[in-house]
């Protein structure tokens, strides 16, 4: 099905997951009419919770490990983006394109090999498809995701979304207050400051529930990681895509880091977050974060080469990731007209696999004494074209 | 198939015909009557013919002769009385089994001539050939030799109209046996053509009998054409009245 | 003999060639005459088909392309309801995916085109001024699951749709109005002209028709149509039971509003069009029936005529069953011949016809365009098969008759042409009038006259079987006139009065049905233009935007045209599409002035309730074919869903119609006021002050509208004229049988006439040699071509009178719903009497003079 609903340029910023490429004409008019994202600004909860229609772009980032009642473990990404278009601004029409949403869904089955996924794209409106602005409550159709406080006001999160081969029906409660990423919510994705977002995370997510897999229902439970993100002006121009990761640590921390490419594949930006057990915060800038790639893998779909395993030094911490299955390519060129790779990953302890060169064809080869220090979520974007969106 | 024992096709009865024990031609009590005329045509006609020969039939015009000749080529079937052809009772077959007997054993000549004006003289003469099936690398020089015997080869690739009456009647002849025959039905052959013409038509008729050994009934009401035969019977009040052979008689 | 051998069934075989190598030396033009005579008929059949199959499968693909995979489609009537129950339906458990749609025809204001455009927009058939645009609202991320082939067709970049006045045309769309990407199109809707920009072009692939694609929300807002909907596509959860679903879908949807299965939407186009097309290739079948007639008539002539040659065929071996089949062979191999000629034939005038005509032969309800030309191997297949079989079962008595006959009889010398002596009964003739006559009266067979055709063929095969002795008859009642000429031909066709069966029948047949075709167009185009009139009382008709969903005169306007100065009445009408039942097309409802006493005045009233009105009851008067469909019955009540409610009229009556193939129902333009508040109309009837200019009340009448370019001004006249021109356009088909069935007609004749003669060339030369001069032989001849044409003149009109009234009251009535008036076309049947027997005269005489060649004294020796 070519449905031409893909590379939603006018509506510019993005669909891509996560940063999203702010880079060509359409998207600095878009920036122009939508509300900049400056530093000093604190997020309200629960306020923040909710949607913020005024700015560009906006995404709500559920990803996690989940294990069945054999103890098999499986991935889940669950991702609402929010698009504003700037069009039809005067147009009473109920229909009226002014908010776009758009949902991606998948789980990572070893057993299966590559992932379960769907993915839907909607116009705001009428009802059918929505994103709430007091509280994280979003929806499109009978996909949706929403927030209430749960014991002691920490959140409790309800996700059920009916996909076209499986389900996920799962809830999310966390055991915290959101962590603040960049300088009290304002994360830096570029030299320049214009190039930001609001950006606020929530780890260690409990997950129980249950999924759905060719007609078969299943309990689940796990840990789960939440983003949520919202920004007008976003990735740089120079900037081809990034790499990102966010992981449960079994000593109870919790570890943000990406590194933003520039055209050429090399370094542009970094950025990061290290909450620890104790609940204190510490950030890191650019020149304490570093991804290098241990292995690659080739989509056979798309032909698109993802350095699925690496190893990320944040500070003085080094960690190896290796994923839970190499193929998990999310196509979404449908909806958001782009390719990229998120996957569940294991942490281990940083020297296991340092002496991998990277480019090596295959993923290194863990020693079963390779120490696992926790568990999370892969994201490795623009690696088939520059999250430019034309 | 009631006739299965009898040699349908040209191949079957490629061996030479012995004699027979038996006459070629039996009739036993032959009656036939029209319902448009009250009286019947003929009334327990008896007659037999050995193979090879030469009957001449004489009689009055509406004695009946055309009908005998029909009723012998199966063309016709009897109120009575019984027609056995090569042993073969003409009342047990049907019209579909009659009309093979007819294609594999006997020639026709016709008054009319009737040779098809659309065919060449060649195509004409190899019309019992091609109803045969025969083989087709025989026909053409089977009814080439035949035409020659006649003594008309060198008219084979003309067309009919370019023919006189004389010549038409060797066509027709050479047509009748062309696929050797046992019995040959003759209707007045020389009734449309001049005295000089009928009988060198008779005397070709006569030799080309004798050569291929088949039987033959000529009907007519000259008697100069019945005096070529070998036997004449006269057809009169439904029956035939025996007459002297006339074979050895002077002809003109 | 030494042609390529052939394997087996040599006997029938070699007869077959024998005969067929005769027929084409003796008599090639005979033989070709046949051979047309089929190869029209298939001609006709398969050209009509062809068209057909094509108009319907542009039609299908379009349908398909616009539903898409949808499992129901939900419809509202012409002004849509209210996108509410999108939300509704979208929300429902059992529903996987529901996509709104907006489908308008938007009329174009005064666009911006040349005049070539508007010639091509002419030329496409439009009867009435510019057809409006098919513009579709979609929602393309819900439209991408149910119209994927639609969606998927546009460019990469849907979101450019999303641009206020952005609108994306098909490649037919954009070649008629003559546009690319960047132009602007202006449209009118309401009163007002709106300006689209056309960001891009389909490719042709995409979509057969001309079409607009607009983004849903763009769609309401710039025309018009802000919360309403006219359709919404469904895609049902698997496991969901589809028809149990509807049931309950339909119990819950506001008036008005159906849902229905793609397979239903095709049937409605199919069943509108249905009995149109089974009437075309009915006609065209008729065709070919004459063509068997004319095998029929040449072989039996031919086995009379070779009569020798078929018994030295028996003589010399050839059985009865052998030479049925080579009879029957050669029939149909002329079948054959003649239907692939047909076949090709049928292919060339049906490209013909598309490219000159359209698919639709000029008729509205066959609206398709574009005329690429499918290929139809098996229905092709299909009729040369008819063709041969036609022309087999026309050879099929000959060859019995052949293979029946003694062959001794034809081998006597001197036999002369056998004449057909015993007369056959007229038994079967008579049953056969008189189950034609009782099939009249059955009911059609899914909603087609199928015994209505069954009594065609019975009156005419048993008025066929009736002529012998119809002729015998008749020349025996002739009185000798002492003229040895005279004489002599009435002698010779009461004798030959079994033969002329055979003659005649051909010529029969082709001309009863003409006449009873000349009868029927005639009466249909004499009440078709009664009814106009009356339709048409006024001087000046408005129309917006014909066929349009856009254009609406206003409330003010029509204040305006009424105060107009030259202008002494008006009366203004609100036409609409609306939906009575799920299963049923649209049925068209028409507000318009009129009470329960006035409406003989207005409507051409068929029927009316017997009983007063009851106190307080709203009037309202329905169709033929609504009455046919039992929608209604005068005196009983209709249900009529007007702006969502159902409200209940009284059915005062039944009136005709020959414009809404699907139904209509007027009610008085005051109760639609009241029930729905919609104050705007769709056309009006203007009558002038007594001395008022026509071109300067044209003019004031413009002038007060605010898109007059969307607005159709025409004085009754030139709309009567239109429509005339229109209705013999569509007819233009019928008129082209009727032309193939004259030249059949005098085939047969000349054909009949030149066999006697030949077969008789005998007969001349005893007849010159007694001392008739030539001139009395071909006078004779004359005589008797005048005669038998006479004969077969008076059978035919008298039959064609018959058929045309199983036409008029049977036929028409059940194919269209719609009811004629007998009219009977005196001077143009009198013109083609007299043309026939003229013919026939002429062609017995170029045939007796072709048969008294130098050579016919000579035929006196020999019959051949």
Known sequence: ?390 | MPHASLPLSATASEPAPRPPPAPLLCIQGLRKSYAAANSAVLEGLDLQLQAGEYLAVMGESGAGKSTLLNLIAGLDQPDEGRIVFCGTDLAGLDDDARTRLRRVHMGFIFQAFHVLPYLTVLQNVALPLDLLRTPHGERAPRALACLERCGIGALAQRYPHQLSGGELQRIAIARALVHEPRLVLADEPTGNLDARTAEQILQLLRDQLHATGAGAILITHSATAAASADRLLRLAGGRLAARTPLAAAPRT | ?864
């Not at chain 3, 006024?538 to 305006?560: I, T």
């Open chain 3, 1 to 864: 003999m030494t042609r390529a051998a052939q394997p087996a069934g040599g006997t029938a075989w070699v007869s077959w060639r024998l005969l067929i190598r005769m027929q084409l030396r003796e008599h090639p033009v005979r033989m070709l005459v046949t051979l047309l005579a089929i190869a029209l008929g298939v001609a006709l059949g398969a050209a009509v088909y062809l068209i057909n199959a094509d108009a319907l499968a542009e039609f299908d693909r379009a349908t398909r392309r616009v539903i898409g995979d949808a499992d129901l489609i939900v419809r509202g009537p012409a002004s849509g309801f209210d996108e509410r129950l999108f939300v509704a339906l979208a929300r429902d458990p059992a529903v996987a995916e529901a996509s709104p749609v907006l489908d308008l025809q938007v009329a174009l204001s005064s666009p911006p085109r040349t005049p070539s455009t508007q010639g091509a927009a002419q030329a496409r058939g439009g009867s009435f001024g510019d057809e409006p645009l098919q513009i579709l609202g979609l929602d393309p991320f819900r439209a991408a699951t149910l119209q994927p082939a639609l969606i998927g067709a546009l460019a990469a970049d849907v979101t450019h749709l999303f641009d206020h006045n952005a609108i994306v045309l098909s490649d037919a769309a954009a070649e008629e109005l003559r546009l690319r990407p960047g132009d602007s199109l202006p449209v009118a809707v309401g009163s007002e002209t709106r300006v689209l920009q056309v960001i891009d072009v389909l490719p042709t692939d995409a979509y057969p028709d001309a079409l607009g694609i607009m983004d849903i929300a763009s769609a309401q807002w710039m025309l018009g149509r802000l919360g309403r909907l006219d359709r919404i596509d469904l895609r049902l959860r698997p496991g969901v039971d589809l028809a149990r679903f509807r049931a309950r879908l339909l119990a819950r949807l506001p008036a008005g509003v159906v849902a229905s299965t793609p397979r239903i939407e095709n049937g409605r186009a199919a069943t509108a069009t249905r009995a149109y097309r089974v009437n075309l290739n009915m006609l065209a079948l008729v065709a070919l029936l004459t063509g068997a007639f004319l095998v029929f008539a040449t072989q039996s002539l031919s086995v009379l005529r070779r009569r020798v040659t078929l018994g030295l065929l028996r003589a010399l071996g050839v059985t009865r069953a052998e030479l049925r089949h080579a009879l029957l062979g050669e029939g149909a191999a002329i079948g054959l011949i003649g239907s692939l000629l047909g076949v090709l034939l049928g292919a060339a005038l049906a490209t013909l016809v598309l490219a000159y005509l359209g698919a639709d032969l000029g008729n509205r309800q066959l609206a398709a365009i574009g005329a690429s030309f499918g290929v139809h191997p098996l229905a092709m297949l299909g009729f040369a098969l008819i063709g041969t079989l036609c022309a087999a079962v026309g050879a099929w008595l000959p060859a019995c008759e052949a293979a029946r006959r003694a062959p001794a009889a034809a081998l006597k010398a001197g036999d002369a042409e056998p004449l057909i002596a015993r007369l056959p009964t007229t038994a079967p003739g008579l049953v056969l009038l008189a189950a034609g006559a009782l099939l009249a009266w059955v009911p059609p067979v899914y909603g087609m006259p199928l015994a209505g055709y069954g009594s065609v063929g019975c009156l005419l095969i048993g008025a066929v079987l009736l002529v012998p002795r119809l002729t015998h008859s008749v020349m025996q009642a002739l009185p000798s006139t002492g003229r040895v000429v005279v004489d002599a031909s009435v002698a010779q066709l009461r004798g030959s009065a079994g033969s002329a069966t055979v003659s005649l029948a051909a010529v029969i047949v082709s001309f009863s049905l003409m006449v009873a075709m000349a009868i029927m167009v005639h009466s249909f185009r004499d009440s078709f233009d009664l009814w106009l009139v009356k339709l048409l009382p006024a001087d000046v008709s408005l129309r917006a935007a014909p066929g349009s969903d856009s254009v609406r005169l206003s409330a003010s306007e029509q204040q305006r045209i009424a105060a107009l100065p030259q202008v002494a009445r008006t009366e203004f009408q609100h036409q609409q599409q609306l939906y009575l039942s799920a299963d049923e097309p649209a049925v068209t409802l028409i507000a318009q002035d009129i009470t329960a006493g006035s409406a003989a005045d207005g409507l051409p009233l068929l029927e009316r309730a017997t009983g007063p009105v009851p106190p307080g009851a709203r009037s309202a008067w329905i169709s033929e074919s609504l009455h046919d469909r039992h929608a209604g019955e005068p005196g009983g009540w209709i249900e009529l869903p007007l702006a969502g409610r159902r409200e209940r009229f009284f059915v005062a009556g039944v009136w005709r119609d020959y414009l809404h193939p699907g139904g209509a129902i007027v009610i008085s333009r005051a109760d639609y006021i009241a029930s729905t508040g919609d104050r705007t109309a769709t056309g009006a009837q203007v009558w002038q002050r007594p001395g008022a200019d026509a071109t300067a009340v044209d003019a004031a009448i413009r002038a007060q509208l605010a898109s007059p370019g969307a607005v159709q001004v025409l004085s009754d006249s030139q709309l009567r004229e239109r429509s005339l021109a229109a209705f013999d356009r569509a007819f233009l088909v019928t008129y082209a049988l009727e032309a193939v069935a004259v030249l059949i007609g005098l085939a047969g004749i000349s054909m009949a006439a030149s066999a006697t003669a030949l077969a008789r060339r005998g007969q001349f030369g005893m007849l010159r040699h007694l001392g008739l001069l030539r001139r009395q032989v071909l006078g004779m001849l004359a005589c008797e071509g005048i005669l038998t044409s006479v004969l077969a003149v008076a059978s035919g009109l008298a039959l064609g009178a018959l058929l045309s009234l199983v036409l008029v009251y049977v036929i028409n009535r059940e194919s269209f719903h719609w009811s004629i008036d007998l009219s009977v076309p005196w001077s143009e049947l009198a013109a083609l009497s007299v043309t026939l027997i003229g013919a026939a005269a002429i062609t017995a005489l170029w045939s007796g003079r072709a048969a008294m060649g130098s050579d016919v004294v000579r035929a006196v020796r020999e019959d051949w």
């Open chain 1, 1 to 390: 099905m070519r449905v031409g609903v893909a590379c939603l340029a006018a509506s510019a910023v993005a669909l891509a997951p996560r940063l999203a490429a702010a880079t060509d004409a359409h998207a600095a008019d878009s920036a122009a009419t939508a509300v900049a994202v400056v530093p000093g600004r604190s997020l309200q909860f629960p306020r923040d919770y909710g949607s913020h229609p005024q700015f560009g772009i906006e995404w709500w980032y559920v990803t996690g490990w989940l294990y069945d009642g054999q103890h098999h473990p499986l991935g889940f990404q669950i991702t609402f983006f929010r698009v504003k278009t700037d069009l039809d601004a005067d147009n009473p029409s109920a229909f009226a394109p002014r908010q776009l949403l758009i949902a991606h869904c998948a789980l990572s089955d070893p057993a299966r090999g590559h992932l379960w996924q769907d993915q839907r794209i909607r116009r705001a409106g009428l009802g059918l498809a929505q994103a709430d602005e007091g509280d994280t409550h979003v929806w499109i159709d009978d996909w949706q995701l929403q927030r209430r406080a749960g014991p002691g006001g920490a959140s409790l999160y309800e996700a059920r979304l009916p996909a076209a081969d499986f389900t996920l029906d799962l809830t999310f409660s966390a055991h915290a207050a959101p962590v603040r990423n960049g300088e009290g919510g304002f994360s830096q994705k570029g030299p320049a400051p214009r190039s930001a977002s609001y950006y606020y995370s929530e780890p260690h997510l409990s997950v129980r529930g249950s999924i759905v897999r060719s007609g078969r229902r299943v309990p689940v439970s796990g840990e789960a990681w939440l983003d949520h993100e919202w920004a007008s002006e976003y990735l740089d121009p120079k900037a081809q895509g990034w790499d990102w990761v966010g992981l449960n640590l079994d000593d109870g921390s919790a570890l943000m880091a990406f590194e933003i490419r520039d055209r050429q594949g090399g370094f542009y930006w970094a950025g990061g977050s290290l909450r620890d057990a104790s609940g204190r915060t510490r950030t890191f800038g650019p020149a304490d974060i570093a991804f290098t790639p241990l292995a690659y893998w080739r989509s056979p779909r798309s032909g698109v080469r993802y350095p699925v395993s690496e190893r990320v030094r944040v500070g003085p911490a080094q960690y190896t990731l290796a994923p839970l299955m190499q193929d998990q390519e999310f196509d979404a060129r449908v909806t958001a007209g782009a390719l990229y790779w998120e996957g569940a990953v294991r942490a281990e302890a940083g020297g296991a696999a340092a002496g991998s060169a990277a480019g090596s064809a295959t993923t290194p080869a863990h020693a079963s004494a390779a120490r696992i220090l926790g568990r999370g979520y892969l994201e490795l974007t623009g690696y088939d074209r520059p999250l430019s969106l034309r």
